[in-house]
């Protein structure tokens, strides 16, 4: 992390429901509303098939692994995560959805323990108990000390970002924002008078880009954590491109997407930074067949320096996990240059080459000459 540069952590969907819930000190009734999976518990038998036996009750820093440690050394100066469950113990559930998230407010801890400055909540599972789930969760969060952004009890307090002191002199604003694309239901989205999701529409997308050109003034940095795109494939969608770059030329100086499961393209506009989607990182989706060759059990810590004089992005830095008994520890060298190769080839049409070092952090994205 350079001195003269502001370091960003992101990551991709953070899932600390269903399966994992099951393992941690606090656990939910396993019952779960899928078509084929009646019971959580069952992912973690998929993981155990896989890899080995997963402890139950190991602590609330288990599934972030080695990661933790590796967070600390890096020492950005703000964390950003996307938090994909609901924190509630109501259980009327979403109707019409394939997959529900819902973790143990007990089970707040193993979340905190990785300290994340934000929280983001707009995403297609933080309504996956209705809306009595989401303000549990956003009690939850509070309660807990860790600020939320992207849902809530009105489309103002959905829209409004958090906004933090990362370094001396430097004020960054963090905004939420989910597309339909990412599978977000439009009876998600916040309202004057209902809470919710901030979703992109005709209203909200004006009214956040007028909000990111305001907030840019001498020193001040913008993020926008986006959920959007699907859950498999690489090229990102004409119409999320377009939003990102829509978001960039309002003021943007990184645009922080999520939603696939596994890492998408990295891109450059504006000389801004474009994550079309930072894929999983803790999940359950261990041992479960299907969608193999995108391997979705390698997961990325992301390491964002940006220059806090203009905003324009200098460097990232990644590190590769893998997810073996439900959590995370350090990729292989085969599993790091298998990475590397996937994503420098496909995020070279978007202005980004990845090359492979010796550094802690073996992957480093910059700009294409």
């Known amino acids: 992390m350079g001195a003269e540069t502001v370091s960003l952590f ?13 393992i941690l000190p606090h656990r939910l009734d396993p019952a ?20 080995g036996a997963v402890p139950r009750g190991g602590g609330f820093g288990y599934p972030w692994g080695e990661a933790l440690a590796l967070l600390d050394a890096a020492a950005p100066h703000a964390r ?43 995403n297609n599972h933080v309504l996956d108990y209705g809306r009595q789930g989401l303000a549990d969760t956003l009690d939850a969060l509070a309660g807990a000390g860790l600020p939320a952004v992207g849902a809530g009890g009105d489309l103002r307090e959905a829209g409004a ?11 960054l604003s963090v905004f939420g924002l989910a597309t ?23 209203m909200s ?40 770059h829509a978001l ?21 506009h504006g000389g801004r930074l474009i994550l079309h989607g930072c894929g999983d990182l803790v999940s359950d989706y261990e041992g479960i067949g299907g969608q193999e060759h995108y391997r979705d059990d390698l997961r990325l810590l992301y390491f ?22 439900l959590r995370l520890e350090r990729a292989p060298e085969f599993d790091v240059l298998w990475l590397h190769g996937v994503l420098d080839r496909i995020s070279r049409p978007y202005g980004i080459r990845v090359d492979h070092t010796d550094d802690p952090a073996p992957l480093l994205a910059r700009p294409a000459p």
């Open 205 to 244: 997308v004006p009214r956040l880009l007028a909000a990111v050109e305001d907030r840019k003034r001498a020193g001040d940095l913008v993020v926008v954590s986006v959920h959007m795109g699907s859950n498999w494939g690489y090229p990102p969608s004409r119409s999320d491109r377009e939003l990102a």
């Open 304 to 325: 964002a320096e940006l220059d806090p004089r203009d905003g324009r992005f200098r460097q990232l830095r990644m590190i590769p996990l893998r997810s073996r008994r």
């Open 10 to 22: 992101l990551c991709g969907d953070v899932m600390l429901g269903r399966g994992v819930d099951q």
């Open 32 to 51: 779960i509303p899928e078509q084929y999976v009646r019971d959580a518990r069952d992912y973690v038998a998929l993981a155990e098939a896989a890899h």
């Open 161 to 171: 970002p958090v906004v933090l002191r990362p370094r001396p002199g430097v004020r």
């Open 80 to 122: 950003i995560v996307n938090l994909e469950t609901a924190v509630t113990e109501h259980d009327r559930f979403a109707p019409g959805k394939a997959v529900h998230y819902r973790m143990h407010p007990a089970n707040v801890p193993a979340l905190a323990v990785a300290r994340p400055d934000v929280c983001v909540l707009a």
């Open 248 to 268: 960039v030329d309002a003021g943007a100086d990184l645009v922080h997407g999520h939603s696939s499961h596994h890492p998408r393209p990295l891109e450059v």
């Open 180 to 202: 339909t694309s990412s599978g977000v239901p439009r009876d998600w989205a916040a309202t004057a008078r209902r809470s919710g999701v901030h979703l992109a529409g005709d």
